[in-house]
């Protein structure tokens, strides 16, 4: 069993920032990408960061030179670090991983998500 535990999540004032951290726990055999998603009310699901497992990382345009993605390996955790917030960042967060454990029949690699995280930018 897999479970992703999103942390780190709030309210802020605009200009403001917010470090969001998921950790992935369980039989974990390898964690391939991993990243971030927002989904604002009323609106579909979007990417927002995404970083592999050598580290390299792709941004929303809307976040690229205010958000930075990274991860820690040894602790299975992505963390997401948000400069610069404006009211549109306002959404739940979730923390997205493509991770390998293995099953009965053998190796299984599936995308596992988070709970999410309330974010909201309002003075």
């Known amino acids: 069993q897999v479970q992703l535990v999103e942390s780190g999540g709030g309210l802020v004032q605009p200009g403001g920032s917010l470090t969001l951290s998921c950790a992935a726990s369980?039989?974990?055999?390898?964690?391939?990408?991993m990243g971030w998603y927002q989904q604002a009310p009323g609106k579909e699901r979007e990417l927002v960061a995404t970083?592999?497992?050598?580290?390299?990382?792709n941004y929303a345009d809307s976040v690229k030179g205010r958000y930075t993605i990274s991860r820690d390996s040894a602790k299975n955790t992505v963390y997401l670090q948000m400069n610069s917030l404006k009211p549109e960042d306002t959404a739940v967060y979730y923390c997205n991983a493509e991770i390998a454990t293995f099953q009965e029949m053998g190796l299984l690699t599936r995308n596992y998500w988070g709970q999410g995280t309330q974010v909201t930018v309002s003075s």
């Open positions: 970083i592999t497992s050598g580290g390299s990382s």
């Open positions: 369980g039989s974990i055999v390898r964690i391939n990408h």
